[in-house]
């Protein structure tokens, strides 16, 4: 955009994106306006938006601009402006009432906090905010906003601040507690019915750790309202977490006061189960604080309980329960849970029962198999439960069954009567789902003594669509019977996994023939829940093979395959449905291995053919697969490069787009997948080949890349690419290797430390930069004093204490960065590469 727009031209994009019913207009005023704020003109457009105010959406879109230029691109701005923003924003601010919608409140709040971190010449900014704007109510809510997300912003990587900066600004902070106590107590003093304001309050004291806490009961009454309720249960969450430390390390003292615990426990007996659901995490970190510290005068007694039967808040309580129920023990919990259950009487109500069995299957798979004494009683009981106990308490017993499927496995004469309740549980619709994973779960564990019940469990899986069974269920009990297969004789084997499969593919073969080449998620021609069951089968049915025999599971797959490469064909737009075609035919190999060498001729050159047309990374993953599993295998070695070469250019088009690679990760993770692979297993074929080079400059343009996956991926790569140059093996063709990668590391080596360097200090979060501290070392094992000089040219281009402007890294950082760097005999750890990117981050 070379020129700024008319503001009028602005406001009819906008009116177009939040009001024209056209979605291809709504798509095209997008992507215009996306281009605005990414230009240097978005600064004018912004200001001139706010001062206009004409709608809500403008000034929102305006805001938005403002704080997002502020925290990405205040580069863009010469420091000589720098006041007159801070006086324009201020002035934005000041027009900000109780009316305001929150959003745009929002906005200008992170927007004024960005700017007076960046901005140093703005000594006392918390000061002169509450100066300007804490005596008028209208605008209290919009201070208390600016200092609360304040300090949750010194630590965002998306700020230019190094850690000089960062340092003075904390500091600024500290000498401004006492100015912000005196607001927050004239707030607290002054309170009225305001709940937006009282939020606001507790929310910052957790900021500056004021002990509020006697304060609490008599400022808040009991809420008339679940959303109010919701509202403080959050706030209790938040500062019962900024106290966990010292009521660990203090407990009932000062700080620690239990107090807050109680209001915690106050929010986990309300009615509505989203309310308990907010105190989850914090009694996480409480529990994993009392492991670490491990002392025994602090653990507390009891257990969780609840009487609530929603699947989403169980599944949590259950997940609490176990990361919690070390502190009593889960013998004694599973023991105390069945003590209360056989002290019940006919009076008890069944929920009171079911929160017993609801515990029990919590812990069940903690207990000890060899357990003799409760176990066989709580078994024996739960299968005499009659059918006409209530729907829960038997829901309960059978997911306790399959939570016990590892005690089970260790008491073989059980399996028979609790094989009969599960399938008792399959023929009623409320419980086949559950009955089914806990089915699941029995097979897969106790599979060795499962060989005779498998052709009984097979004809269960063939007719698992007649029963009321979730997706995720069946595949689930597929699952359970292919792990049985694999442990059958070979005859068997391949005969029961035919029969697993005919099922599947019958269908398959119906929906290729009429269903549309587009179907959607869910519809009744969507193929992909038998692709998923497909590849359970083939994912599970892992037979024993000895060299020399013929795989038990080659017959059948040969017999799927034409089915999945027709599917391939058909699907092959839809980006969904051949994810699943590649998953299923990435286990197919996995469980072939190197029997699956007649799939390659058909299976590559179609995988080449499809990717050409639409480039879906899973192609490029499934490729990683196949080398992986034939890439040190030399008659394969250039048929797999070949592969190779045919992906490249495609990929390499896509990535090249701008933000190509911020836009594809997924693209990013598989090529550098499948390039690990090759050099891990056929390296000089690669480095010979001509992808080598390219390869390398897109690994060294992603070293960016800010997600973790595919920048995993990338460096897992560089470092094993750089590792063919140093690390000799049994291979003949180490020199040769070796020459190979110095010599490209001496044209892209320079490029490589500057990528490397400046990824650290500019674009990746700190628990990132592990990885990248292994290539650095790996570099300096192929010719340390080279990369001496390519690291002094890159920290001396870096922003330092004699560049104008924010606070900069010094000359003695820089020295102490490089020295600490040089001299290293062995990987630096994480936390060094945090320090170390944290003085340098300008």
Excluded at 411 to 432: C, F, K, N, T, W
Excluded at 468 to 492: E, F, M, Q, W, Y
């Amino acid at each position: 955009m070379e020129s700024p727009p008319s503001l009028e031209t602005v406001h009819q994009a906008l009116q177009a994106l939040y009001n024209n019913p056209d979605v291809v207009g709504k798509e095209r005023a997008s992507v215009w306006l996306g281009e605005l704020q990414r230009s240097v003109h978005a600064w004018q457009i912004a200001d001139q938006l706010l001062t206009s105010h004409q709608s809500l959406e403008s000034c929102y879109f305006a805001a938005q601009t403002m704080r997002t230029k502020i925290q990405y691109a205040f580069h863009e701005l010469p420091t000589n402006v720098h006041e007159s923003l801070r006086d324009s924003l201020l002035e934005h601010a000041g027009k900000v009432t109780a009316d305001t919608a929150h959003v745009i409140v929002t906005q200008l709040s992170l927007a004024l906090a960005d700017l007076a971190l960046q901005m140093p010449v703005w000594k006392n900014s918390v000061q002169d905010l509450v100066q300007r704007f804490g005596s008028n109510p209208s605008q209290l809510s919009f201070l208390l906003e600016v200092l609360i997300v304040l300090p949750e912003e010194i630590s965002s990587r998306s700020l230019r601040l190094g850690a000089n900066r960062r340092h003075e600004v904390i500091e600024e902070l500290k000498a401004a507690s006492q100015v912000v106590l005196e607001l927050l107590n004239g707030c607290m003093e002054n309170m009225s019915d305001d709940t937006q304001i009282k939020t606001k309050v507790l929310k910052l004291t957790k900021s500056v750790r004021v002990d509020y806490m006697r304060q609490l009961q008599t400022v808040f009454a009991a809420p008339s309202t679940v959303w109010r309720s919701l509202n403080y249960c959050r706030i209790f969450t938040e500062l019962a977490e900024s106290f966990l430390e010292v009521i660990t390390t203090t407990p009932n003292k000062g700080l620690g006061d239990f107090r807050v615990l109680e209001l915690l426990l106050m929010c986990v007996g309300h009615h509505q189960y989203e309310i308990a659901e907010v105190t989850f995490n914090y009694w996480y970190k409480l529990s994993e604080d009392l492991y670490q510290k491990n002392t025994p005068e602090l653990n507390e007694e009891g257990t969780l309980d609840t009487s609530d039967d929603f699947f989403d808040f169980r599944m949590r309580v259950s997940e609490l329960i176990k990361d919690v129920i070390f502190i009593v023990g889960s013998s004694t919990c599973f023991t105390h849970m069945f003590q209360n259950l056989k002290n019940q009487t006919s009076e008890t109500t069944w929920d009171v029962s079911e929160a017993s069995l609801f515990i029990m299957q919590a812990v069940a798979k903690n207990i000890l198999p060899e357990e003799s004494e409760v176990v066989p009683l709580v078994v024996q009981a739960v299968m005499s439960i009659p059918a006409t106990a209530h729907i829960a308490v038997r829901y309960t017993t059978l997911q306790l069954l399959g939570e016990l499927c590892e005690w089970i496995e260790s008491h073989p004469s059980v399996i028979d009567p609790v094989l009969q309740y599960l399938m008792a549980g399959l023929q009623e619709p409320r419980l086949a789902s559950v009955a089914a994973t806990a089915l699941q779960s029995i097979s897969t564990m106790c599979k060795s003594h499962m060989k005779s019940h498998c052709e009984g469990l097979i004809q269960i899986v063939q007719a698992v669509d007649t029963f009321n069974i979730s997706n995720d269920a069946a595949t689930g009990l597929l699952k359970g019977v292919a792990t049985i297969l694999a442990t059958l004789p070979h005859d068997k084997c391949t005969e029961g996994m035919r029969q697993l499969c005919s099922f599947q593919t019958v269908g398959l073969n119906k929906f290729l023939t009429e269903g549309c080449e587009a179907p959607k998620q869910g519809a009744a021609d969507d193929p992909t829940v038998l692709l998923d069951r497909l590849a359970a089968v083939f994912r599970y049915t892992t037979p024993m093979v000895e060299n020399g025999s013929v795989h038990p599971c080659l017959p059948v797959i040969q017999e799927v395959w034409p089915v999945l490469a027709q599917a391939c064909n058909k699907y092959q737009a839809d980006v969904r449905i051949v994810e699943r075609c590649c998953r299923c035919i990435r286990f197919a190999i996995r469980c072939l291995g190197k029997s699956s060498s007649p799939l390659l001729q058909p299976l590559v050159p179609q995988m080449v053919s499809l990717y050409q047309v639409h480039s879906h990374s899973c192609f490029l993953y499934l490729g990683s697969i196949l080398v992986d599993e034939y890439g040190s295998d030399k008659d394969c070695t250039q048929g797999l490069l070949d592969m190779y070469q045919h992906f490249c250019p495609p990929t390499f088009k896509l990535l090249e787009e701008q933000n190509g690679l911020r836009n594809h990760p997924d693209t990013v993770d598989d090529l550098f997948r499948l390039s690990l692979r090759f050099i891990q297993r056929a390296p000089l074929a690669l480095l010979q080949s001509v992808a080598a080079k390219p390869v390398l400059m897109c690994a060294i343009a992603a070293c960016s890349l800010d997600h973790k996956d595919a920048n995993a991926s990338v460096m897992k790569f560089i470092t094993e690419f750089v590792k063919a140059a140093t690390h000799k093996d049994e291979k003949e063709d180490f020199e040769a290797r070796s020459g190979l990668v110095k010599g490209l590391l001496v044209e892209h080596g320079q490029a490589l430390v500057h990528s490397l360097i400046h990824s650290i200090v500019f674009c990746l979060p700190t628990y990132m930069c592990a990885e990248i501290s292994e290539v650095i070392y790996e570099i300096m094992q192929v010719d340390r004093a080279t990369f001496c000089v390519w690291l002094e040219h890159v920290l001396k281009a870096l922003p330092n204490e004699g560049t104008p402007g924010a606070i900069k890294v010094t000359h003695k950082q820089l020295t102490d960065f490089h020295k600490a760097i040089t001299i290293a005999e062995k990987v630096l750890n994480q936390n060094f590469v945090k320090r170390l990117s944290l003085k340098l981050n300008s």
